[in-house]
């Protein structure tokens, strides 16, 4: 039985997966981002580095306690796990925390994304209005 | 650092768990701050970005997780409960197996008891309807007390209408009713045009308010509407009904009503199941007197006006009845009102209620005997829980958490459990109607109310179940648990045996009862009734001519009859033994002797031919004539017990109460029971036919052979000879079945009583039986290591449960004898109770439970002691 399950959730034609997580949880649009970020940097993803990351490459200045609250709000959902990585002098000898994307997180920005991509789908685009 | 009395600020309100990672997040961007914008601005900054974690996200944090966790709670005592039933799959299925059995029985019970509380509850304005009875101030010669003076609700409705509402009053008579060639005898109910607005039955097509009120016509029900013209609207259509009086008569339908609830005190006053209703005009076809006149019986319903008091209602009713009634009339008697709630619970000395009473009383025990099972094995089966229990205590589990995490999964053993009865019963049910010879109703049609009884009992049967296993468990301290040590394995012990001893004594008094039950009523069935009843066909559906011309009309058929070689011999009479035997009793004495002072007898009709069909014994005399003699008016038969009393003789004259002329004593017969044995033989006296100018059925003693085929040759000859009249029939044997119906039910009640129990008990000591044992362990360890062997093992946990069985015996015997002779005492004749009865049931139980203890401890008993002994 799992290994059709298993088969269903990476077959790219049959969206099983999106309509079973659809239906449990709803991502907002700024954890959809934080989500991403946890996704890109690997085992570099902390909360100033996402901050950073954010910065860089949507140009967005976001707050360092959102970015905690809602890592934390990811972990609770399971789309994200986390552990205490390695001490550096940088911080005061301060620990980071590592956020690393689980399964369940990756298969919901995907559903997410394919929705989306459905959606725009279905918006004229590029039309030349010949007058 | 300057910047610490922030960084001081955070750790104050920062969770600790929390801390190090935004401490570390926030020095590293002020690190950065300092390189980018200066000192002054980073430390703002760090201000700012500080402030901005103070906020419910990040305070709250530590309590965000307990709300996640209760769910994961139940979850996961949900999965240890279906662990622990898979492993212990044994002891599961027998917990569960008890439960299902117990509630699956008490719901059979439960529905047909349901049913019986429903009876009348559709009749409009139950709680005003009461129903006459006299109270008669003798008790010789009496009518049944549901006979009232016809006048006596009329009058009462006339002088009293503040208290007295309306009334309806009937007689019953079987008729035949036929439509062409179709004839079927139908009970009839002939009465008051108030009929249908008294007790509120659905009138599906007609005028109620003018159905009953002119001769020759009929009301009938929808049932036979169908039966006769497949079809419910049939008003205006006529059938033809077979009168005692004048003979065959047309009747209009002038009302179809609806069918009424097959239980019910009106239409099925008595069991009459009465399907068609005629006026109050047709009584003089049926000779039943007029209904306003003092001195005619009948039947009559009352409805109270509201606020009126019964009491002050029947005390009205008496002084009416002292006041208006000629003075033989009102003198003997009294009036009492009953109502029709609970009338079908009382009548017949209350036997409903009784029935009712003595099966809630077994569904109780059995019911009980289930949950002491599943307490004991609960128990017995809650060793290997006990660690768990530990664990959970340790890492932070409180007792009541403990305390509800049991108790949850008692009451879901018991929704399972209720579920799986509810299946059961839809599958049974047809089956134990049948058996029980009672109507049980499918799930489906019970109503709301019996739903939430159900959800309530099976709530109360888990918390009962759960409660002691869950406290005892949840009490048990830490270190104990952990340990695998009960902490009072004595009380526990006790409290199990008290259990278990509890149910053998229950048990075997059951098994004792039904033993004795079903002795008592093979004694019966195979007993000598006086007469013979194999082979008789009894056929209630003649015509009822009862002239001088009528009677030589069914002389004619009786000879018609003989001519078939399969009918040996053929009577003509009012009843049959054990089948509405007698009209009435009355006094008779020697003649010349005031007849008030003699003896009350049952007075009989029957012919010549009655003697052969039923194999009489005749002691003297003859049964009335010898062969080809002529009629002679005026003689009579009595049988022994009469004519001992009496001490009179063939050829004597005796008088007869309510008869002018003196009867001879033509023969004596030998005494049989022509009631059932509950009943000492009474006297009887049989007088002939056409002395007493009625008769009610033909009697055949069929020749050997082929049943069935003597049945078709009879109603052949029958549809000859009465082209009118349908063929209804019956043996003698199955009516003798009827008479003892209830104590045939009993039998099988019972009978599947003891199984049930047996079960119960059985799997309660296997449950004991490894508590102990396991309780033991180390005991029969050293015991083995210093020389026991195995058979002094076995003969050491036996001996337990033999004393404990032995005091259970010696305990019920006495109970037991006493219920068993209180039972038979309700018979006239009944078997001697002998030892043999206690000793087989009390054996037999004693060897299955030894050997099933044996079996279950010898597990143990060959175990290596090594292996027990090193096991902390």
């Known amino acids: 039985m799992s290994d059709f399950f298993n088969k269903l959730y990476t077959n790219p034609y049959i969206s099983l997966t999106k309509h079973i997580e659809m239906n449990k949880e709803y991502l907002g649009e700024f954890e959809e981002l934080v989500l991403t970020m946890v996704g890109i940097l690997q085992e570099e993803a902390y909360g100033n580095a996402i901050v950073n990351e954010i910065k860089d490459r949507v140009g967005r200045t976001c707050n360092l306690s959102a970015v905690h609250v809602t890592l934390y709000r990811l972990e609770d959902k399971g789309y994200v796990k986390s552990s205490m990585g390695g001490s550096t002098n940088a911080r005061g000898g301060r620990r980071k925390r590592i956020f690393t994307i689980t399964n369940a997180g990756l298969a919901m920005l995907k559903a997410m994304k394919e929705q989306q991509m459905q959606l725009w789908k279905l918006i004229p685009q590029l039309k030349i209005v010949g007058n | 650092m300057e910047q610490s009395w922030i960084i001081r600020f955070l750790r104050w309100f920062c969770p600790p768990h929390l801390l190090e990672e935004i401490e570390g997040d926030l020095l590293q961007k002020f690190e950065r701050d300092i390189k980018l914008f200066g000192e002054r601005k980073a430390k703002r900054r760090l201000l700012c970005n500080t402030l901005r974690f103070f906020r419910p996200g990040i305070l709250l944090r530590n309590k965000f997780s307990i709300e996640h966790n209760r769910a994961t709670m139940y979850k996961s005592y949900f999965k240890i409960m279906m662990r622990n039933m898979l492993r212990q799959k044994f002891y599961s299925a027998i917990t569960m197996l008890g439960l299902t059995v117990g509630i699956t029985f008490a719901l059979l019970i439960g529905i047909f008891i349901w ?42 409705i006339e002088q009293y209408p503040t208290l007295f509402e309306k009334y309806y009053r009937f007689r019953d008579r079987g008729i035949t009713v036929s439509k062409d060639d179709h004839h079927v005898r139908l009970q009839s109910m002939i009465g008051d045009s108030t009929f249908f607005d008294m007790f509120g039955f659905r009138v599906l097509h007609g005028d109620p308010q003018n159905a009953l009120n002119k001769p020759n016509t009929i009301v009938i029900t929808e049932k036979i509407a169908r039966q006769f013209f497949d079809r419910s609207d049939v008003t205006g259509e006529s059938l033809t009904v077979n009168t005692e009086v004048n003979g065959l008569k047309e009747h209009v339908i002038t009302a179809v009503i609806a069918d009424v609830q097959e239980k019910n005190s009106v239409t099925d006053f008595m069991n009459s199941d009465a399907q068609v209703f005629l006026p109050q005009e047709s009584r003089v076809d049926f000779n039943l007197g007029f209904q306003d006149e003092w001195n005619t019986s009948i039947i009559t319903y009352l409805k109270l006006t509201e606020g009126t008091f019964p009491g002050e209602a029947a005390a009205t009713l008496n002084k009416i009845l002292q006041k208006d009634a000629p003075q033989d009339i009102s003198s003997d008697k009294t009036i009492v009102l009953n109502p029709l709630s609970n009338y079908y619970l009382l009548t017949n000395h209350g036997a409903v209620q009784k029935l009712i009473i003595s099966l809630s009383v077994i569904v109780a025990f059995i019911l009980l005997l289930a949950i002491t099972n599943f307490v004991n094995i609960s128990i017995a089966s809650s060793f290997s829980r006990l660690k768990e229990v530990g664990v959970r205590k340790v890492i932070g589990g409180v007792k009541r958490q403990v305390l509800i995490q049991f108790l949850s999964e008692s009451l879901l053993l018991a929704i399972v459990s209720g579920t799986l009865s509810l299946l059961l019963y839809e599958i049974l049910h047809h089956y134990f109607a049948e058996v029980l010879g009672v109507s049980l109703p499918s799930l489906l049609e019970m109503d709301l109310l019996f739903w939430w009884y159900f959800l309530m009992g099976i709530v109360v049967i888990g918390l009962l179940a759960g409660l002691y296993p869950s406290f005892y468990l949840s009490s048990t301290g830490t270190i104990e648990s952990l340990k695998g040590k009960f902490n009072s394995v004595r009380g526990t012990l006790r409290f199990s045996r008290g259990l278990v001893g509890f149910q053998f004594l229950v048990a075997v008094f059951i098994l004792v009862t039904s033993v004795v039950m079903s002795r008592q009523i093979s004694y019966f069935m195979e007993a000598d009734l006086g007469y013979d009843k194999s082979q008789v066909l009894i056929v209630s559906s003649l015509p009822r001519i009862w002239t001088e011309e009528g009677m030589n009309k069914m002389e004619i058929a009786k000879r018609e009859f003989l001519t078939s070689p399969r009918i040996n011999s053929v009577s003509l009479s009012w009843g049959s033994p054990n089948f509405n035997f007698e009209p009435y009793k009355a006094n008779i004495n020697h003649a010349g002797q005031p007849v ?26 003859k049964f009335f004539f010898d062969e080809g003699e002529p009629f002679q008016a005026n003689r009579l038969v009595l049988n022994e017990s009469a004519q001992k009393v009496l001490g009179i003789h063939v050829g004597d004259k005796l008088d007869i109460q309510f008869s002018d002329q003196p009867f001879t004593v033509a023969g004596i017969v030998k005494d049989f029971h022509f009631e059932s044995m509950h009943e000492k033989i009474k006297p009887v006296a049989f007088l002939h036919n056409r002395d007493f100018q009625a008769y009610r059925y033909f009697s055949f003693k069929l020749n050997p052979g082929s049943l069935e085929q003597s049945v078709q040759e009879v109603e052949q000859l029958w549809k000859d000879i009465f082209p009118n009249d349908p063929f209804v029939y019956a043996f003698t044997d199955d009516r003798l079945a009827i008479t003892y119906q209830t104590e045939l039910q009993l039998r099988k009640a019972t009978t599947v009583a003891s199984v049930l129990i047996l079960i119960i008990v059985l799997t309660g000591v296997l449950g004991l039986v490894s508590l102990s044992v396991a309780k033991r362990n180390k005991e029969i360890g050293i015991r083995k290591v210093l020389g026991a062997t195995v058979s002094n093992i076995l ?12 005091i259970a015996f010696a305990l019920s015997i006495p109970v037991n004898y006493f219920f068993i002779s209180q039972w038979l005492s309700g018979f006239a004749y009944h078997m001697e109770v002998s030892g043999w009865m206690f000793i087989v049931p009390i054996l037999a139980l004693f060897c299955i439970t030894i050997i099933m203890v044996c079996a279950q401890s010898f597990k143990t008993a060959i175990s290596d002691p090594v292996k027990s002994l090193k096991h902390e």
């Open chain 2, 115 to 156: 049913g019986e509380l429903q009876v009348n509850t559709d009749l409009k304005e139950i709680d005003r309807l009461y129903l006459m009875e006299t109270n008669y101030k003798t008790d010789e010669g009496n009518q049944p007390p549901f006979f009232v003076p016809a006048l006596l609700g009329q009058a009462a």
């Open chain 2, 596 to 621: 008030e002072k003699g003896i009350l007898t049952s007075m009989s009709s029957a012919d010549e031919a009655y003697v052969d069909v039923y194999g009489l014994k005749l002691l003297d005399g």
């Open chain 2, 795 to 806: 003969l050491l946990i036996s001996r337990e449960y033999a004393f404990l069985m032995i």
